[in-house]
């Protein structure tokens, strides 16, 4: 999961994202490992509409293919959030 949370940050800054400090986010500043397993394998509100301003696409397959990603890589607390979030957008 450490992987996971460091090349989505960096994958962030390439996109042009920077440091997070708005809420818990895989945007967050990481200065050691402790802050690395504190930090959330998600984008915040903030940061997901920034991307998606950068990186216009659907929400609803963005979260059924990270659901699926997820769950076929043994994270499944992270593939639960995911259908979570598809729910929450199929019904309001």
């Known amino acids: 999961e ?11 800054h390439t996109l042009g994202i920077g440091h997070c400090q708005e809420h818990a986010c895989v945007m967050n500043g990481i200065a050691h490992i402790d ?11 903030l940061c997901l509409r920034k991307l998606l301003w950068l990186h216009p696409q659907d929400l609803r397959r963005r979260y ?14 992270e593939a639960e959030w995911a259908q979570g979030r598809l729910a929450t957008l199929a019904n309001p």
């Not at 450490?2 to 962030?12: A, D, P």
């Not at 802050?35 to 509100?45: G, K, V, Y």
């Not at 659901?67 to 043994?74: E, F, I, L, V």
């Open 35 to 45: 802050e690395l397993d504190a930090t959330p394998l998600r984008l915040c509100p």
């Open 64 to 77: 059924a293919a990270l659901a699926d990603h997820y769950r076929a890589n043994d994270l499944d607390g």
């Open 2 to 12: 450490r992987c996971y949370k460091l090349v989505t940050h960096e994958v962030g």
